[in-house]
């Protein structure tokens, strides 16, 4: 055991001054490649209704990185930028959506922000460039992720050779408190030769151990130098019986369960044996680590009193809760937080996206004169400038981000303001625009149906669970396409999100009174859609205070 874990310490050891593989590094690359804006449009189009001009520009977006991974002149590939994108329409049409599924496409690392939370340099808020912060801070936990899956395997045989051992060190003293310490070989048949409630013990346990033997049906065939024909049948009980050494003194017989068998039937034979390990302590929660707006971590290690080693503590865990401790243990060995720091880098320089949303509110009206508007708005856009632009922001950690080729998508209704009253600068830094469409009733209608997890799907799973099958009929659903629409425009149009609020509206009887409809098939036809709704529909004062 001491070769075997010496030689585990030298590849520990060169994993922590190991860099990413390439086949992490460029596991996005790898997806993109069978990917052409068609592709990625048809797969837009699973979840999102209409919007076909803001599918096509963000399909173009994602594979223009493609294709710049693609040139071998590093020169000219350091000059192509990508081209940053404001999407206009109002609220409810997929701006947010369409950004979202394309990120996920690619499992890039994504922000989405809202650009009334940060103020000007100088007013009291959160600054513009911690948006960078939290896109490195998604993209560590991929980083981790990707690094974890390529060394899972790895990690695996690290935790199984340490639970191996407590789990010898456990039975090992189990049978040393289980046997008397006598003269010769133990006998469970000779129960006259030990006192009766020991005798009693024993012959309860060979006589378990059999039982269990013949249901298994011979899985010691896997047990050196036992087959099934013999008294031992391979069964854990029998695995673990003692003998005694010439001194009388009882030992396990741990030839009997190798380290292969062991790793063979962890999951089933020895899931629940009980094993100690020891495990690094729980550590305080980081977000707790704030004081007065002071970082006190960042100040502990400035201090050296922040980078001590984790203390180590002993927990009795199952075999299976064990294993999962130790391949977390084994993998924050095997993984450093350099290595993670430097793909999380990568991927966010080269595949991070940010969504800056409601971009108009930042926006001041030109009518407005004095000093009635947001003092800051102008300040906000101003900030933002050299991180569209393209910057380098200085992490938390000391590392450095650039956001030369980080992909930033702007969205906003734009309904008291216009583009063209954002500054001149940050105009010309969102070459690429799209205008979404208001939703129509057909819009609506292909909602509820077509895309894959679509809301009218999600009800009848939803109330199947109390045993109510509920059928949507064609003048059901054109009914509720209608209803949507005439109360958008009698209120305020917050677009598809009103789709829920009728649903919801329409289905709250058989959701309340589900006992009364279980075993039972409920229709919904466009008579009920009307009757749940038509109060909605009278009151238009009452729609504009209705999500």
């Known amino acids: 055991m001491l070769r075997f874990a010496g030689r585990r310490l030298l590849t520990v050891s060169a ?17 993109l490649d069978t990917l052409s804006p068609r592709k990625i449009t048809e797969i837009l189009d699973k979840y999102i209704v209409g919007q076909v001009s803001g599918k096509k520009a963000v399909a173009i977006s994602l594979r223009n990185r493609w294709r710049r991974r693609q040139l071998k002149d590093e020169d000219l590939r350091k000059e192509i930028l990508p081209k940053n994108m404001l999407l206009i329409g109002p609220t409810g049409v997929g701006k947010t959506e369409i950004s979202r599924r394309m990120a996920r496409i690619t499992d890039a690392p994504f922000v989405k922000v809202e650009a009334t939370k940060y103020t000007e340099v100088g007013f009291k808020g959160k600054d513009v460039e911690s948006i960078i912060e939290e896109l490195y801070t998604n993209a560590k936990v991929k980083a981790k992720k990707a690094l974890e899956k390529e060394r899972e395997e790895e990690a695996l045989n690290m935790a199984l050779d340490a639970v191996y051992s407590s789990w010898i060190i456990k039975q090992r003293a189990s049978a040393s408190d289980s046997f008397p310490q006598t003269e010769g070989t133990i006998n469970v048949d000779e129960k006259e030769d030990i006192d009766g409630e020991e005798a009693s013990r024993l012959s309860k346990r060979k006589s378990s151990s059999r039982r269990k033997a013949n249901h298994d049906d011979g899985k010691g065939d896997q047990v050196k130098g036992k087959n099934k024909d013999e008294d031992v049948d391979g069964s854990k009980d029998e695995l673990l019986r003692s003998e005694t050494a010439d001194n009388g003194t009882p030992s396990l017989v741990t030839s009997k369960v190798t380290l292969e068998y062991f ?30 707006g002071v970082d006190l971590q960042s100040v502990g290690i400035l201090l050296g009193i922040g980078s001590a080693a984790p203390r180590k503590i002993m927990v009795n865990k199952t075999v299976s809760e064990a294993v999962s401790l130790m391949m977390q243990e084994a993998l924050g060995k095997l993984i450093d937080e350099n290595t993670v720091n430097t793909l999380a880098r990568s991927l966010a320089e080269e595949e991070g996206i940010v969504f800056i949303d409601e971009i108009d509110k930042v926006v001041a009206d030109p009518s407005i004169k004095g000093d009635n508007g947001d003092v800051s708005s102008t300040g906000v856009q101003q900030d933002l400038l050299p991180l569209v632009e393209g910057s380098n922001v200085t992490m938390k950690d000391s590392s450095v981000i650039s956001t030369d080729n980080i992909l930033f998508i702007c969205s906003g209704a734009f309904h008291a303001t216009k583009p063209s009253d954002m500054i001149a600068e ?12 208001p939703l129509t009733e057909e819009d609506f209608r292909c909602i509820l149906t077509e895309p894959k997890f679509n809301l009218l799907r999600q009800q009848k799973e939803l109330l199947k669970t109390e045993n109510i099958e509920v059928v949507f009929t064609e003048d ?17 149009n917050i677009g598809a999100r009103r789709l829920n609020t009728i649903l919801e509206r329409t289905m709250d009887t058989y959701s309340f009174n589900c006992e009364d409809y279980a075993g039972k098939v409920v229709i919904v036809d466009a008579k ?19 999500l």
């Open 15 to 31: 994993a922590v001054n190991s860099t990413p593989s390439n086949d992490v590094v460029h596991a996005q690359e790898s997806i």
């Open 476 to 492: 059901g659903i054109h009914e509720l396409a209608r209803v949507t629409c005439a109360v958008n425009r009698q209120g305020q």
């Open 426 to 437: 940050l105009q010309g830094r969102l070459p690429v625009r799209v205008e979404l469409t």
């Open 528 to 546: 009920v859609v009307r009757d749940a709704t038509e109060k909605l529909q009278k009151n238009v004062n009452l729609a504009k205070y209705l």
């Open 263 to 292: 790793k063979e039937h962890y999951k089933d034979i020895f899931k629940d044996d009980s094993v100690t390990v020891e495990i690094a302590a729980p550590q305080a929660n980081q977000k707790n680590l704030m004081s007065g």
